[in-house]
């Protein structure tokens, strides 16, 4: 018998799987993806001490486009860029969140790259 497979556990296996190797320190910081049908949310977090240091997604009132699309990953991985660099984070360890780097992560992680920050 196929059994159907549950995406959402898929996308966290990989997710755990890249997060044994990835972390965040104050000085480099881990860039977040998350995304929703719906929305794309973004944050810089400093995993030592547990904070968020910058967050962004599309329900900010800056962005213009609501939707998760590749316009909407442009001006959120911009916004990212810039609220980040305001607080002095140039240097990011890029975390997909089990995701591929395709389509609107690989846009939001060109457009950041643009905004300045490295990684």
Not at 43 to 67: E, F, M, P, R
Not at 100 to 118: C, D, P, Q, T
Request: glycine residues 6%.
């Amino acid at each position: 018998m196929v059994k159907k497979t549950d995406r959402k556990m898929e996308r966290t296996r990989r997710h755990l799987r890249v997060r044994r190797k990835i972390s965040g320190t104050s000085e480099r910081p881990r860039l977040c993806v998350y995304r929703s049908n719906a929305n794309l949310y973004v944050q810089i977090i400093d995993d030592v001490a547990g904070n968020t240091l910058v967050s962004c997604s599309t329900l900010d009132k800056s962005i213009k486009t609501k939707y998760a699309n590749k316009q909407a990953a442009k001006e959120v991985g911009t916004m990212i860029a810039k609220k980040a660099l305001e607080k002095n984070i140039k240097d990011v360890v890029f975390d997909r969140g089990g995701y591929i780097y395709h389509g609107i992560v690989k846009e939001l992680a060109e457009a950041a790259r643009e905004g300045g920050l490295n990684f």
